[in-house]
């Protein structure tokens, strides 16, 4: 089982560009999750899907999108990236909330 | 609003001390704490989970423990290696349902 994996790994965008985040999982699990990870401050949620067809919004949703677009796969949208969304993304899922969560390694983004 | 801190930020200890490591937050009507371990550049690694109704969970070396009434959890390492060296996470249900509330992380050194 490959359990969480994340594309891409590292992505340099500039200001105003649009990328998506792509996140699958292995574990028939029900419940996705993606949070954003920056210097000196734990991780916050900003969105989460409780189960397929089912997307709400977490701590921080301003100036992203997401699609649970099956079971395995819940994708993050940045429709007009900003230096502010500098960050590293991780994607997450477990069983059912709030069980035990499972992390994916990450993607690195830079918006210059 | 559900608030975590994490104290120390960061730890060096010697090879072979036990050590503790500690965690707080501020509403206490928690669905559970977890600890994470997460190592430069990786993602998370779940540790323990440990529910409202429980006062501790156990894991080889870890052994995590949780106070409601006082808002405070504990993960106690015993027997230290330099293997253990990474930054620990924990992260108590929030107000976004049963979403995970983290804290930024104790970075734990273990000098051989």
């Known amino acids: 089982n490959a359990g969480v994996t994340q594309t891409p790994k590292f992505q340099v965008l500039k200001t105003g560009q649009s990328m998506t985040l792509q996140c699958a999982q292995d574990m028939n699990h029900n419940s996705m999750y993606w949070y954003r990870q920056d210097p000196g401050m734990g991780l916050r949620l900003i969105y989460y899907?409780?189960?397929?067809?089912?997307?709400d919004k977490g701590e921080v949703p301003n100036g992203y999108n997401v699609s649970r677009l099956n079971k395995r796969e819940f994708s993050l949208r940045l429709e007009s990236a900003a230096p502010s969304q500098t960050s590293v993304y991780f994607c997450a899922s477990s069983e059912e909330e709030p069980d035990t969560q499972y992390f994916g390694p990450g993607t690195r983004l830079t918006v210059l | 609003k559900q608030e975590v801190t994490q104290i120390p930020a960061a730890l060096s200890v010697p090879e072979g001390e036990n050590l503790v490591l500690n965690c707080s937050f501020t509403?206490?009507?928690?669905?559970?704490l977890q600890w994470f371990r997460q190592d430069p550049g990786k993602g998370l690694t779940s540790l323990l989970l440990?529910?409202?109704?429980?006062r501790e969970q156990t894991s080889g070396r870890l052994n995590a423990s949780l106070d409601k009434s006082s808002g405070r959890s504990t993960l106690y390492i015993a027997a230290s290696q330099p293997g253990d060296s990474a930054t620990y996470l924990c992260?108590?249900?929030?107000?976004?349902?049963?979403?995970?509330?983290f804290g930024a992380g104790t970075i734990l050194r273990v000098k051989s």
């Open positions: 992260a108590a249900t929030g107000e976004y349902g049963n979403k995970l509330v």
């Open positions: 509403d206490s009507a928690i669905y559970n």
């Open positions: 899907s409780a189960s397929e067809g089912t997307t």
């Open positions: 440990i529910q409202s109704s429980q």
